[in-house]
């Protein structure tokens, strides 16, 4: 069995910064794409940034500049580093990563979300 584990939420001041981790653990056999998504009360889940396995990064346009997606392989761990942080980034984030388990077979996984609010 697969698990994805999520930790460094919280509150924070807006300008503060926080970072996310996210731990893939279990019967797995390769982590490729990563990815961290949020959810705000009403709203959709949307993507906050992705990163494949040979690094390669991608951010949507309201975090860019401000957030930072990074990955560590021999972990298999993700890390969202965020900045500058606005009450608008205000939501539950999700880590999700496409795994290949011990089977060969390949699955989307989520994490079970971490609180990030930005108030002062």
């Known amino acids: 069995q697969v698990q994805l584990v999520e930790s460094g939420g919280g509150l924070v001041q807006p300008g503060g910064s926080l970072r996310l981790s996210c731990a893939a653990s279990g019967s797995l056999f390769s982590v490729n794409a990563m990815g961290w998504y949020r959810q705000a009360p009403g709203k959709e889940r949307d993507l906050v940034a992705g990163?494949?396995?040979?690094?390669?990064?991608n951010y949507a346009d309201s975090v860019k500049g401000r957030f930072t997606i990074s990955r560590d392989n021999a972990k298999n761990t993700a890390y969202l580093q965020m900045n500058s942080l606005k009450p608008e980034d205000t939501a539950v984030y999700y880590c999700?990563?496409?795994?290949?388990?011990?089977?060969?077979?390949?699955?989307?996984?989520w994490g079970q979300g971490t609180q990030v609010t930005v108030s002062s």
């Open positions: 990163i494949t396995r040979g690094g390669s990064t």
């Open positions: 999700n990563a496409n795994i290949y388990d011990r089977r060969g077979v390949p699955d989307d996984y």
